[in-house]
């Protein structure tokens, strides 16, 4: 049974940090394409990093670009996101998603705002203060 965790979010005032994690289980961190999504209340759900694992390329929002960063460690089967000069507009459930022996690219995945992705997490939420 393949199953995401996130966990990481809270609550923080606007400029600070917030590292998420997303824990996999029952696949192995081999050929895959993991991304994180978030949803904002009463906005659709937007992409905002993603990792693949084919060549360890990585992708960004534009709005997200220069302050978030994502990065993965095979051998915990984790992935995760650090976001600095977190801004009120970054608000949302975070979820993490991945698509196991992807067939499209992590920027596809991306762009796409997640569709196609075979696993999602329940979602963490993040709120920030001004």
């Known amino acids: 049974e393949v199953q995401l965790v996130e966990s990481g979010g809270g609550l923080v005032q606007a400029g600070g940090s917030l590292r998420l994690s997303c824990a996999a289980s029952?696949?192995?961190?081999?050929?895959?394409?993991i991304g994180w999504f978030r949803q904002a209340p009463g906005k659709e759900r937007e992409g905002v990093s993603c990792?693949?694992?084919?060549?360890?390329?990585?992708y960004y929002a534009d709005s997200v670009k220069g302050r978030f960063t994502i990065s993965s460690d095979n051998a915990k089967n984790t992935v995760y996101l650090q976001m600095n000069s977190l801004k009120p507009e970054d608000t949302a459930v975070y979820y993490c998603a991945a698509s196991v022996d992807p067939y499209y690219s992590g920027s596809y995945y991306l762009s796409m705002r997640g569709y196609g992705m075979d696993y999602w997490g329940k979602g963490t939420l993040v709120t920030v203060s001004s």
């Open positions: 029952g696949f192995t961190f081999d050929d895959y394409a």
């Open positions: 990792i693949s694992s084919s060549d360890g390329s990585t």
